[in-house]
């Protein structure tokens, strides 16, 4: 058992059983803050760290994005769980050709991990970034954010349909191991779903879409969400833990397996909406990339390396293939309601 482990068994003998949330709140701050979990020898690859184009395209929405809230000679530029700092270093270089965005821009990370925010201490060295341990923190004013995988970390409720109702799923003791077991307790509040349904519900997304949302409602800006989810809320089992690129039991070696669960991107949009921004999308992160030129980009990376071709077309077809990234992975901006943005219209 790891030492993680041990804690949670103590807290269940002493105190009954634990909600999936708090199980996955424990094993994604375990997780996060011993390891940089990235890359081909870590547990996971993302985005960023499959092709530069990524970054860089991103780095362009956010330049229409500034033009679009009238080109501020300051402006919060700001990013949720930025990993490597890959993602906002290749989005900063694409962007040099608009000196005066790079210049405007005040760069704020939100990352709770001290091995991550070495890492983005070192890729974003030369535009002095400011780091928080949360998003309440950053200071006020007009703000671009980004959050590429975030949401998919943040930990979800589940509740099980069964012959008495919707019960919230928790987990227990069984043997050596960790066992879901169903509360007591049964909710009245979700919809009426076939028996063995399971409904996940993520308190922590909802707080963050209502606080993106209040935000650029009422001081200016966009907020763009990139993860894995469905864009119809529905009934599902998606919690999952990956563990050298491999699917690992979700209730084996609590924080050593990258634990999470597809984001519900109409909860999102429905919590944005009601703290009065406008909702863009979601819209499938192929057809996103594709309407900002991916397709160009690649033909000039390629252009300009052809020894590199191989992997410049790996590195798009991974990104945009409804079989690899490009349908499953969605697109979300959250906005100002006057905001016309690039690619979501
Ligand atoms: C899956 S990684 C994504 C990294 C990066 N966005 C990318 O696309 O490569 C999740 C990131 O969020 C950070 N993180 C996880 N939970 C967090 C939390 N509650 N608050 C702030 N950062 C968090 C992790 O340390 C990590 O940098």
Redesign the pocket.
Known sequence: MTDLAHMLAQRIREHGPISVADYMAAA?AHY?GRRD??GVRGD?V????VSQMFGELLGLWCVAGWQAIGAPSRFILA??????G??MRDALRAARSVPQFVGAAELHL????PI?RQRQGAALADHRPHWH??IEEIPEGPMLLI????F???PVRQFVCGVKGWQERHVGLHDEGFAFVLDEAVCAWLPAAPQGSVREVSPAALAYADWLGRRVAQQDGAALLIDYGYSTSACGDTLQAVRGHRRHPVLCDPGEA?LTAHVDFAAVADAASKAGARVHGPLAQGAFLRALGIEVRAERLMAAAPSLSATVAAGLRRLTAADAMGSLFKVLAIAHPRLLLPALQ
């Not at 939100?110 to 991990?113: D, K, L, M, P």
């Open positions: 994604a996060y979990p990235l996971f993302t985005a960023p760290e990013e949720l769980g930025p990993g490597r890959t993602l939100v990352e709770t991990s991550m341990g949360r959050a590429n995988e975030f998919d970390a943040l990258d």
